[in-house]
Structure formats: structure tokens, C-alpha cells
Nanobody, 123 residues
Framework: QVQLVESGGGLVQAGGSLSLSCESSGGTFGSYNMGWFRQAPGKEREFGAAISPTGRYTYYAESVKGRFTISRDNAKNTVYLQMNSLKPEDTGVYYC????????????????WGQGTQVTVSS
């Protein structure tokens, strides 16, 4: 049974940067596409970014493209999300997840989720 644990969230001013990490255990991490999602207060969880098993291919939501970078280190069973030029609307709980169907943006395509880490961007 795979477990995903996010870390790195916090409070940052608009225009600042944060780096999130998600460590996986209990599964064959290097065989799966991975993704990052976020959920703002009162809103539905939304897709942010995804990465292929080798890291060769990435996929971003338009709202984060050019500001966020997803990467992974399979030797460390970890996926990362570097977030730059943060905006107040980036505030929310950030989740990493394992995809069972490729570079997907749909929540239903992900079968394992972390507990989330809070990111708050102040204006």
C-alpha cells in the first residue's frame, strides 16, 4: 500500500517562492505518473501539474504554467513542486497523488493521495 507524505508548505508573501516535496513509500514509485493538486477554501480540488515516470514529460494547468515546476527524484521516491511568483489565489492545501492513467488532470484518474500541506500567500 503506497503512502504519500507532503511537506514544505507555509506562509509566503505574494511574489515569493515555496518548494513542496512529496515522499512516497510502499510502492514502485518510479513506475507511476505523479501529480500535484490544490484545494482552496470553499472550492473544489483542482489539477496543478503532472510528471511522467522518468520525468521526461510534464503537464501543467494554465493557471500555474510558467510559474510552477514539477520534478522528481526516483532514487529518493520523491516528487517536487517548485512554486515561484506566488499569488494570493495560489493559497490552498496542496496534495500530491499517484496516477493510474498517465499524465492526467482528472481527479478520478489518481488512486493514492497524501494528506496535504497548507500554502498561504499573503497580499
Amino acid at each position: 500500500q503506497v503512502q504519500l507524505v507532503e511537506s514544505g508548505g507555509g506562509l509566503v508573501q505574494a511574489g515569493g517562492s515555496l518548494s513542496l516535496s512529496c515522499e512516497s513509500s510502499g510502492g514502485t514509485f518510479g513506475s507511476y505518473n505523479m501529480g500535484w493538486f490544490r484545494q482552496a477554501p470553499g472550492k473544489e480540488r483542482e489539477f496543478g501539474a503532472a510528471i511522467s515516470p522518468t520525468g521526461r514529460y510534464t503537464y501543467y494547468a494554465e493557471s500555474v504554467k510558467g510559474r510552477f515546476t514539477i520534478s522528481r527524484d526516483n532514487a529518493k521516491n520523491t516528487v517536487y513542486l517548485q512554486m515561484n511568483s506566488l499569488k494570493p489565489e495560489d493559497t490552498g492545501v496542496y496534495y500530491c497523488a499517484r496516477s493510474r492513467l498517465g499524465l492526467a488532470r482528472t481527479i478520478a484518474n489518481y488512486d493514492s493521495w497524501g494528506q496535504g500541506t497548507q500554502v498561504t500567500v499573503s497580499s
